[in-house]
């Protein structure tokens, strides 16, 4: 599309000073009056000129740096700006809070600005160096796949040998396991936004049902979390085809709607219903998994049973149990990524990918919408499913503060960020989204602040997240450079 | 019958507010074409400054209440709107012609970080305020437990949202700045061609819903007299319902939808269960969509190739 703009000429002092105007008046009140209570409830404000004055400067600050940051010195603001960053975190306890926040999220806009002039200018410079009607070969395109899956299991063999490293300790086995949690409702919720196209924001409904279906079948019944396991994923994928029964038809935007309505819902029933559920107090006494049934995780286990350590003759340490739910997490996360990759390959993969590039003409030639976006659904909820029952016996507990809708959300950006359909960009993402902030304990108090503002920074900057995987699998080469040379021509009408 | 009758009462009320908040949603949808999700987030900010400017007031003394009530409604009006303009400028303008949900995206992200914001410079707690009016009329007196009463507030907010809605219908019809909104909502492209400044419409379109928003805002922080910083997602998330619900992009049909949404909820929660209000409101917004996808106003879209 055409961009349509009017040319603001760029004065930057005048840019600086409406900005600190706008500045003054949107902090005015909500940041210079505190409204403070005490236990009668009666307000009173405190008063707090300095935080104005403190965003006022700072957005002036910002705002004049902002040219340099998008133009020629763009390297050196973005370096400038990024140790700044890491200057702030490491003095936080000699700021105030808002004083901390704000040079925070000035410092991310200004670092964010400068490398993404610097990575633009790049591409431009390697677009064009490259001729644009450059033939993709099967050979180049077999020499990348070897490629790859050679990268794929050195990952892999990494992540096996993880906690038999000397520094993997309780701490960095418990961050890997939460990683590897979002990994798995990452690479799950991929195949329905990122192959099909369908904004999801409602996939926490099945990581829930999938969690209360553990924890009721092992609480009441009894089975046992290998057996549970399964059925978590057959009753989310369930739930996945009782909510994309009727929904599936919607377009887009509603859709995505109805999904978030979908997983309230469910978090609502679940924090009403008190016979089923427990209410907001959750269900406690989630059991933990056993060692494939043979053998459990206790330092005395009770009469008539062998635990872990006493079958293999080991030490009792608290650390098998971490391990062992490393390498189930660990598993589910390489079936969620090599289903997600197999499926690609096959017919309703190719689906898949078609109805999101255009549903019209998949209509056209045939192909049933509603029955192919049913299964991206129910499939992707099965995984959803299989995270949640694995969160219940990791915690022991569950409760429906877990799965509000901000973990959807938290995983949405994972898939969007990380590029919609490329599951390395998943992974990387969520090392970013879930690991940065445990990295930075000094920012934990605002990490919903950073995370809100790197969403909005990221897509500015690369809408199509950090990896574009949304290429089509299939495409005639020949047609993509004609597409290129098509979309190159529109780019420079004015 | 006049229990009936009351929460019929209590519905509209609500309903008011819930369409107030839906025509800032409808307009930048049938403009942009993208879910404004930080919307509810600009009705939390605008009731927030509301209940800042009255405690203010309140300090130095002013008792007189529909002085209190104008100056919390215009600074309320002011500093949201500004709210308004900077999200579209920061967040949603470098992403026109991106592709949607890009757009939303960055919708969820600035709603995130405005709702953080508002916890980080106000704190977790429940903020409330003395009912400043307590006034109430009773209409139908039917002995004891049998009254139909309505309150000062209440005819304030309908009273409100009549006035404002009969004003938008009359700026999107009749005005200049409403003929630019209808051409940048047809083919913005050519609107521009046509010497329309489509950047201009679309930050005035963010300017208005956001005053919508802090009137919506401030009338129910003076309503219940309590606001926190989370009002804003069940607030905007229902707004959005009735939006869809009377058919998007259409102002009539988002106070439809509003209405119909309040008294529902109203009828709902005294009937049959308070605990599953919200839930009411989902399954409506499913139901419409199932039966009548483009609401109970809206055109019907044809799918373009």
Known sequence: ?494 | MEYFAQQVLNGLTIGSVYGLIAVGYTMVYGIVGMINFAHGEIYMIGAFVGVIVLTVLGSLGITFVPLLIAVALIASIVITSVYGYTLEKVAYRPLRGSTRLAALISAIGMSIFLQNFVLLVQGARVKSVPQLITERHVLYDGGPGAMVTVTNSQLLIMGVAAVVMLAFGFLVAKTPLGRSQRACAQDKVMAAYLGVQVDRTIATTFVLGAALAAVAGVLVSLYYGVVDFFVGFVAGIKAFTAAVLGGIGSIKGAFLGGIILGLVEALWSSYLSFAYKDVAAFSLLILILLVRPTGLIGRPETEKV
């Not at chain 1, 209410?279 to 062998?306: H, K």
Request: glycine share 10%; charged share 15%; with cysteine.
């Open chain 1, 1 to 494: 599309m055409t961009e349509i703009r009017n040319q603001q000429g760029g004065l930057p002092w005048r840019d600086a000073f409406f900005g600190s105007i706008r500045a003054f008046i949107l902090s005015v009140a909500i940041v210079g009056m505190r409204t403070t209570s005490d236990e009668t409830g009666v307000l009173w404000i405190d008063y707090k000129p300095w935080d104005v004055v403190t965003i006022v400067a700072t957005v002036f600050v910002v705002r004049l740096l902002l040219p340099s940051a998008r133009g020629a010195h763009s390297l050196l603001v973005g370096l400038a700006a990024l140790v700044s960053v890491f200057a702030i975190i490491g003095y936080a306890r000699h700021f105030g809070e808002i004083q901390f926040a704000t040079f925070l999220v000035a410092g991310l806009v200004l670092s964010v600005a400068g490398f993404a002039s610097v990575a633009a200018a790049n591409e431009r410079m390697r677009t064009l160096l490259t001729p644009a009607s450059q033939p993709v070969t099967a050979g180049a395109l077999a020499r990348r796949a070897s490629r790859n899956r050679g990268l794929v299991l050195l990952g892999l063999a990494a992540a096996v040998l993880f906690p038999f490293l000397p520094f993997a300790d309780r701490y960095w086995l418990d961050l890997a396991i939460l990683i590897l949690t979002y990994l798995v409702l990452g690479w799950g919720l991929n195949i329905v936004v990122g192959l099909a196209g369908l904004l999801d924001l409602g996939f926490v409904a099945f990581y829930a049902v999938g969690a209360y279906a553990y924890a009721l079948l092992a609480i009441h019944l009894d089975v046992s979390f290998w057996l549970a396991l399964p059925l978590a994923a057959l009753l989310a994928a369930f739930a996945g085809f009782l909510l994309g029964f009727p929904v599936l038809r919607l377009r887009g935007d509603y859709f995505a709607i109805v999904t978030l309505g979908f997983g309230e819902i469910i978090r609502i029933v679940l924090l009403n219903w008190s016979e089923m559920s427990g209410g907001p107090d959750g269900l406690t006494g989630v059991p933990r998994p056993s060692f494939f049934g043979i053998a459990g995780f206790e330092r005395n286990p009770s009469e008539g049973e062998t635990a872990f350590h006493q079958l293999f003759g080991l030490e009792f340490s608290t650390m098998h149990r971490i391990v062992f739910l490393y390498f189930i997490v660990l598993a589910l996360a390489v079936l969620a990524s090599y289903v997600a990759k197999t499926l690609r390959r096959m017919p309703i993969g190719r689906a898949w990918e078609a109805l999101r590039e255009d549903e019209i003409a998949c209509q056209a030639v045939g192909i049933s919408r509603a029955s192919i976006k049913l299964w991206a659904f129910m499939i992707s909820a099965a995984f959803g499913g299989m995270a949640g029952a694995f969160f219940a016996t990791r915690q022991g507990y569950v409760s429906p503060e877990s799965f509000t809708f901000i973990e959807s959300a938290i995983v949405l950006a994972i898939v969007v960020l990380g590029g919609m359909g490329s599951q390395l960009g998943v992974f990387l993402a969520t090392l970013l989204i879930i690991g940065l902030p445990e990295a930075f304990r000094e920012v934990e108090q605002y990490r919903m602040l950073v995370f809100g503002a790197a969403m909005v920074l990221v897509m500015i900057w690369k809408p199509g997240g950090l990896l574009a995987g949304r290429e089509p699998s299939v495409r005639y080469a020949q047609v993509k450079n004609r597409m290129r040379k098509k979309l190159s021509v529109l780019e420079e009408t004015p």
